[in-house]
């Protein structure tokens, strides 16, 4: 249950990454709005796979979902760069939160 706790919290974290950016472009309360939830939630999904898992590897997954996660969306919803070096060392990213997950 540990992990899918953290699984949520990494993509709320990624939500609320999107929330930043929307809150940049447009500014209004709905985006604040969904930007605290997202974030509140993720923080809330955090906490709760801490009680069992150790703090150290959570927080890498956790920290690893929400970048590699927020770089991928970028990538789609944002036109961001989609070159291969790019990728590559997203996937490594994620590669190591796996690794965390298979020695813990």
Same mark, same amino acid.
């Given at each position: ?10 993509? %709320?974290? #990624? *939500?609320?990454? @999107? #929330? ?10 709905? $985006?604040?709005? +969904?930007? @605290?939830?997202? %974030?509140? +939630? !993720? *923080?809330? %999904? @955090? !906490?709760?796979?801490?009680?069992? +898992?150790? #703090? ?11 970048? !590699? ?5 970028? #990538?789609? %919803? ?6 291969? !070096?790019?990728?590559? *060392?997203? $996937?490594?990213? +994620? ?10």
């Amino acid at each position: 249950m540990a992990w899918v706790s953290l699984v949520l919290a990494g993509c %709320f974290e #990624m *939500f609320g990454v @999107l #929330m930043i950016n929307k809150l940049n472009k447009d500014r209004n309360a709905a $985006a604040l709005l +969904l930007l @605290l939830a997202g %974030f509140g +939630l !993720s *923080f809330l %999904f @955090l !906490s709760i796979a801490m009680k069992t +898992l150790p #703090m150290g590897t959570a927080y890498a997954v956790w920290t690893g979902i929400g970048a !590699s996660g927020g770089a991928i969306l970028g #990538m789609i %919803f944002y036109g961001e760069p989609k070159n291969i !070096s790019r990728i590559l *060392f997203i $996937a490594l990213v +994620l590669a190591s939160a796996v690794g965390l997950k298979l020695v813990s």
